[in-house]
């Protein structure tokens, strides 16, 4: 599978699994709000999240995923699956006892997570027990992780790239069901983040086995394969996982804040990570196996090219994205959310963080494109050193900004990590002549960027025309948000296509190829 089709499948399917992320959102919006219930119900979600996109995701697959791709191609299937059986007995067992001491500690964790809950002592309990109720979803979807790096390392993309919808199905299914037999929706949708684990989890050993895959649950042994793999496990958390740790630091220093700033900055994620899902995630998930496989047969020149198609395809399709939620951020939020619990207060702050959250988009976006050239390379220690840079930034720039500008000061703090971390990342592969950007790129970012203001002045003259229509009811509200957006993208790939972004073959090309994977 080429890197188009790989990004096509893994874009596609995440594009459904966003919708129903969006539907759950909305529902959650409208029984929970965005006041203290839902505060407290989104660090219980963050919580497992948080290790899970660290240590499972993240670390994992950057130190899993090369190693397994590298025995599959030098010393076949059989050694392959038996590497994979010795990771899923360390993995298992360690997760295991994790879990166990994470339960036991939960109140001490809650003081380091969310410490301006400790003044409000109900707040805090509910806390603690809510996050003892999510936190064994790390357990399941951990496993998950492991079943979908050896599914994409074969290059079988599709039913890892599922898993999500299967979340938000169980998720909507609390809120719709659940809610009647517990004490609050925060608890239904608690215990819905576990099932959802569960579900997964089943879902994938189903498709591991069709692949031809039977793994076996063996005792945990510390051979010569699980030392290295473990051994890059650690720093790859740090150097894979930095927009994660970002928004845990954001989360600590939004505890502190006015009731409602952990919510207004959820939601705006939510938003924001739509396009950092579908463009972000299908980059990185498709491009690491096929870097690992180019370095692997010593190919390092495709290796080169294969990153800068990559970073094309990001920039291409995250610039337009990020101007668009700048623009339109206020009637995005409005016809997403605001019903129920969430009023126009709550829009109006939520959209704000949108807004400045998405000025980092492409930043975000890009770290994905870049990280799997060091992992491919079994280089784990360097985006560990550039991740704590950017981390320790944004935790000055949080102290310094949330002062005057409450929550949107951690938005930008967040945003300016972002691109401090991609412009290192960058600038390092390029001394160490792992990276060069070629003519194509070159020629075709200043376009982009023509395009993508072209675009944007568009969504504000055509937001300004639309006035009356966004002030009206919820459908006329969507009716205008569509005629935005589709209106927008319009203009943009037309633009593309006159100065020569993006030539009619191209995006021929891609629409086959996302056919094809479908």
């Known amino acids: 599978m080429n890197l188009f089709r790989a990004i096509a499948t893994v874009s596609g399917i995440t594009m459904i699994s966003r919708f129903f992320g969006f539907i759950r959102d909305i529902m959650v919006a409208a029984v929970l709000g965005a006041g203290p219930l839902a505060d407290v ?13 660290l240590f499972a995701e993240g670390a994992f697959n950057a130190a899993f995923v090369p190693q397994f791709s590298g025995i599959l191609t030098e010393r076949g299937r059989h050694r392959a699956r038996e590497f994979a059986e010795q990771a899923l007995a360390v993995l298992l067992w360690s997760l295991l006892i994790f879990v166990i001491l994470i339960e036991i500690t939960m109140p001490w964790i809650m003081f380091i997570f969310a410490p301006g809950f400790a003044t409000n002592p109900e707040k805090f309990d509910l806390a603690v027990l809510l996050s003892r109720i999510t936190f064994p979803y790390l357990l399941f979807i951990s496993l998950v992780s492991l079943m979908s790096g050896l599914l994409n390392s ?22 719709l069901w ?25 879902w ?15 005792i945990p042994r510390l051979t010569p394969p699980v030392r290295t793999m473990l051994r890059r496990i650690v720093p790859a958390a740090v150097g894979a996982g930095v927009y994660q740790i970002s928004l845990l630091v954001d989360t600590v220093v939004a505890s502190l804040l006015p009731a409602g700033s952990i919510s207004y900055l959820f939601f705006a994620d939510r938003v924001n990570q739509l396009p950092m899902g579908m463009i972000g995630v299908a980059v990185g998930t498709a491009l690491l196996p096929l870097l690992s496989r180019q370095l692997s047969a010593g190919d390092s020149a495709a290796a080169i090219h294969t990153q800068n198609r990559a970073i094309d395809i990001t920039l291409f399709l995250s610039l337009p994205a990020a101007a668009a939620l700048i623009v339109i951020a206020l009637p995005t939020i409005s016809v997403l959310f605001e019903r129920g619990a969430f009023g126009p207060t709550e829009t109006m702050a939520t959209a704000n963080a949108l807004a400045v959250y998405a000025t980092g988009l ?24 550039i991740g704590l840079l950017a981390v320790l930034v944004n935790l000055v720039l949080n102290l310094v900004l949330m002062g005057p500008f409450q929550h949107l000061g951690i938005a930008a703090a967040t945003s300016a990590s972002a691109w401090l971390n991609t412009i290192l990342l960058a600038f390092v592969l390029f001394r160490r002549g792992h990276f060069s950007v070629d003519t194509r790129l070159k020629s075709r970012l200043p376009r982009m960027v023509f395009a993508t203001v072209i675009m944007a ?26 005629l935005l957006v589709s209106g927008g993208l319009i203009v943009y790939f037309a633009i593309s296509i006159f100065i020569g972004v993006a030539d009619k073959a191209d995006l021929k090309r891609i629409l086959r190829q996302k056919e094809s994977a479908v």
């Not at 119900?41 to 996109?53: E, S």
Request: hydrophobic residues 60%; glycine residues 8%; charged residues 10%.
């Open 41 to 53: 119900f989104f660090v219980a979600f963050k919580l497992p999240n948080l290790f899970r996109r």
């Open 154 to 175: 074969l290059g079988k993309f599709a039913a890892a790239a599922a898993t999500p919808i299967l979340l938000n199905i169980c998720l909507i299914g609390a809120i």
């Open 178 to 202: 659940l809610i009647n037999f517990t004490s609050t929706p925060a608890h239904a949708l608690a215990l819905g983040v576990v099932i959802a684990g569960a579900v997964q989890l089943f």
């Open 204 to 218: 994938l050993l189903f498709h591991v086995g069709k692949a031809g895959i039977k793994l076996r649950l063996l």
């Open 362 to 385: 492409p930043a975000y976006i890009m770290v994905k494109a870049l990280t799997p050239a060091y992992f491919a390379r079994e280089d784990t220690s360097t985006p560990v050193k």
């Open 457 to 482: 002045l568009f969504l504000y003259l055509g937001m300004n025309g639309l006035n009356e229509m966004l002030a009206g009811g919820q459908l006329e509200k969507c009716m205008a948000l569509f």
